[in-house]
């Protein structure tokens, strides 16, 4: 099945302590993106990828990383999490011809 | 002006009616717009895209596009319960960024 997948679906961590999202896609999909989704502002862009290598910064990338070392894997990395960070978090893949995204299940963050 | 913009609702709509979701976009966006539906804690779902002007249908779902007057409209047709979700209007800026709009809370009563 095509899919983009995420991992963890829940996390609670405390602040400073450095996480992993995960996220996978089996489609051989270039572009990869990172999206939060906030209520009242919306989903936003975090980081975004064209192709292995290949990473640039969205609208809110301040406090994340991300690295594309492989063409179906790009995870988000918060080096010292904060609790403005508490959101929801989707990850998105693309095919360079097709141009709507299709997005994993999501990671709900929590910072205490 | 936002990129993209969308009254947040809610919209509530009988059952069998036709449900009207519009979204108005600036210039600062491309010419390719997007339909997404979203129930309450799960990921957005792609249910239409369009790229040129005019009507593009699929089964009870009709996008609409009118670039002159920066306009995309999401039309569902024989409302069922199961299409309450926020929808969300989403437009490509660049090659790889979605822009979305804040989503519209749709509900079909019986």
């Known amino acids: 099945e095509a899919q983009v997948t995420q991992n963890p679906r829940y996390l609670i961590t405390v602040t400073g302590k450095k996480l992993t999202v995960t996220c996978s896609q089996n489609m051989n999909h270039e572009y990869m993106s990172w999206y939060r989704q906030d209520p009242g502002l919306g989903l936003r862009q975090i980081y975004y990828s064209m192709n292995v290598e290949v990473t640039d910064k969205g609208d809110v990338p301040e406090g994340y990383k991300v690295s594309r070392k492989e063409k179906r894997n790009f995870p988000l990395i918060l080096e010292s999490p904060s609790p403005n960070q508490t959101s929801l978090y989707f990850c998105?893949?693309?095919?360079?011809?097709?141009?709507?995204?299709?997005f994993g299940s999501g990671t709900r963050l929590t910072v205490v | 002006q936002k990129e993209v913009e969308q009254n947040s609702g809610p919209l509530s709509v009988p059952e069998g009616a036709i449900a009207s979701l519009n979204c108005t976009y600036s210039d600062r966006v491309s010419q390719s717009f997007f339909w997404y539906r979203q129930y309450s804690g799960k990921s957005p779902e792609l249910i239409m895209s369009?790229?040129?002007?005019g009507d593009k249908e699929d089964g009870r779902f009709t996008a609409q596009l009118n670039k002159a007057s920066q306009y995309v409209s999401l039309l569902i047709r024989d409302s069922q319960p199961s299409d309450s979700a926020t929808y969300l209007c989403?437009?490509?800026?660049?090659?790889?960024?979605?822009?979305f709009g804040q989503g519209t809370r749709l509900t079909i009563n019986p």
């Open positions: 989403a437009a490509l800026q660049g090659a790889q960024k979605l822009v």
């Open positions: 369009i790229y040129s002007n």
């Open positions: 998105a893949s693309r095919d360079r011809a097709e141009k709507g995204y299709t």
